[in-house]
């Protein structure tokens, strides 16, 4: 309830500044690239402003943590049961065995580091892209505006769609975010590793009129994360109903800092994954898709966490020819085209 009383201020305060002089506009309207001074834009009914030293575009200083509260209260998610679903993040420092002559020789898999180094590389799980913040417990959670892909081709069941943050401890992955197995984007988790990936019921799921979903990520404590979801349309309205849980996860991953934070890497990604083998010229598409105002909170304002961000450390891609990736800001666009 406290969240939402300080949305609504913060937004009474938003239509005050509209009412001087100021043009407000939803940041779906208005390229970050084309913010220019005097032009208000909202995310999630929140202002935002641009950094005159480092031009990026976040939060207005007042603007509070977005969806970040944890409740306690624990949304009742379904397992996924299927033997064969595969979960695209691996554990950092395994790179596998590329001389394995039993992987799909249409699986590509070649590796391109954008940024820093590569921290892990999967196999057979289609072409992906991973960008990681520094571990560090400066940071209390992560927070994206995801503009859903436009084209989108699982070729009828071959795979599922990925568009995910996520908290990285000590030891592995918690995946928090969305997936497509065909039917539509929907909130996803997977503490990666240790138990199944859970999915949640179809309330959850974008309605049919959604073009983004504003997602954010927070470690709770040593065994507990926290996700808010809420889908919006093209005039970021709010639609459908906002997932808004806490999350139960294995011990020892998570762990606390001197400061009473979590330590954690926060990280994203987008990736289009196969049952069984991976033939990255089956035809299936995932494409027009974006990470957008992606965003750290330090516990009092938010910071940026664009590729070129000091909060960002490691950046790569895999099968170069199969995904067309770009960066802009705190912006990524992509596409992935197994052809």
Request: negative net charge; proline residues 4%.
């Amino acid at each position: 309830m406290r969240r939402y009383k300080r949305i609504l201020a913060a937004f009474l305060s938003v239509m005050m500044l509209s009412a001087t002089s100021v043009t407000t506009a939803f940041a779906e309207d208005i390229p970050e690239s084309e913010m220019v001074q005097g032009t208000e834009m909202l995310v999630a009914g929140m202002p935002m402003t641009r950094n005159a030293e480092t031009t990026e575009v976040v939060f207005a200083e007042d603007v509070p943590e977005i969806g970040g509260e944890s409740t306690g209260i624990m949304v009742e998610a379904i397992p996924i049961t299927d033997p064969e679903f595969k979960s695209p993040t691996g554990i950092i420092g395994d790179f596998g065995d590329f001389t394995d002559n039993s992987v799909d020789p249409l699986a590509v898999d070649d590796l391109t580091v954008i940024k820093g180094s590569a921290l892990f590389r999967e196999r057979e799980v289609g072409a992906h892209y991973y960008a990681f913040s520094t571990y560090s417990a400066s940071y209390t959670s992560a927070f994206a505006n995801i503009q859903l892909p436009t084209g989108f081709n699982n070729g009828g069941n071959l795979r599922n769609g990925f568009v995910c943050l996520g908290i990285y401890g000590s030891d592995h992955g918690i995946d928090l975010g969305l997936i497509n197995k065909g039917g539509g984007w929907i909130p996803y988790h997977y503490d990666v590793g240790h138990g199944t990936a859970y999915t949640y019921p179809d309330v959850y799921k974008a309605p049919s009129t959604a073009t983004n979903a504003i997602i954010t990520v927070k470690p709770v404590n040593t065994t507990t994360v926290h996700m808010y979801v809420q889908f919006t349309n093209s005039a970021g309205s709010y639609v459908g109903t906002p997932l808004d849980t806490d999350i139960r996860v294995s011990a020892g991953n998570l762990t606390t800092a001197s400061n009473g934070r979590i330590n954690c890497r926060f990280y994203r990604f987008a990736s289009l994954v196969p049952y069984g083998s991976d033939n990255q010229s089956d035809g299936t598409y995932m494409t027009g898709g974006r990470s957008l105002y992606c965003q750290l909170y330090n516990g009092s304002s938010y910071v940026g966490w664009g590729k070129d961000s000091s909060t960002m450390q490691n950046v790569w891609k895999i099968s170069s020819d199969k995904i067309s990736l770009s960066f802009a800001g705190n912006n990524d666009t992509y596409s992935i085209r197994h052809r």
